[in-house]
C-alpha cells in the first residue's frame, strides 16, 4: 500500500514541505510505502475558463490526476495564508478537479486524505485545514477528524528536519497511523 504526500508550497526552506517529509517518515513507520511529490514538478497555470476552454485542463493536472488514482490514500500539508490554504494547493486541486470531465474517474472519490499545516504562529496552520478539510470533502476524499498543525514551526524543526517537539512528533506518527489503518480497511 502506498500513500502519497505533498506540501501546498514551492518555497525551498519551507517548512510545510519539512513535515510532509516527516509525514513520508512515519507512513513508512507504520508500515506504509510512501511517495513524495513535489508540487514544483507539476507547475500549472492559475485556473482560468478561456484557458480550460482552448485547451482543457494542462497536461501537468491530467499527469497529478492519474499519481493520486494510482495511491491508494494521502496527507496534504498547507501552509495557512490568510486563514485558508496556499494559492499553489488551491489551484492545484481545482484543476485536478476538472479533468475527470475529459478523461474520467476522480481521483479523490473515497479515498483517505490526512491533512497537516506548519505555521511560526501560535495556531500552526490550525484555521487553514478547515478549509482544505472543506475542499477535499467537496471532491470526494474522506479527511479523519484528526488533524495536525505544528506552531512556531520557524524553530520546530532541527538541522537535519526531524521535529523537535516530542508532542508534534507524536502526532504526526498517530495521523500517519490513522491514514494507514484507515487506507487499508478501505482496501479490504
Known sequence: MNILIFAGSTRRDSVNRKLAQVAAQAVKAAGAEATLLELADYPMPLLCGEIEAENGPPENAFKLQ?????????IIVS????HSISALLKNTLDWISRT???????????KIAGIMAASPGGLGGLQGLDHMERVLTT????VPPKKVAVPKADQAFGAAGELLDEASSRRVNELASEVVNLTRKLSA
Open 79 to 82: 501552509p495557512e495564508h490568510n
Open 66 to 74: 492519474a499519481i493520486i488514482a494510482a495511491h491508494a490514500g494521502l
Open 100 to 110: 475527470p470531465r475529459v478523461s474520467g474517474g476522480n481521483p479523490f472519490a473515497g
Open 139 to 142: 471532491l470526494g476524499a474522506l
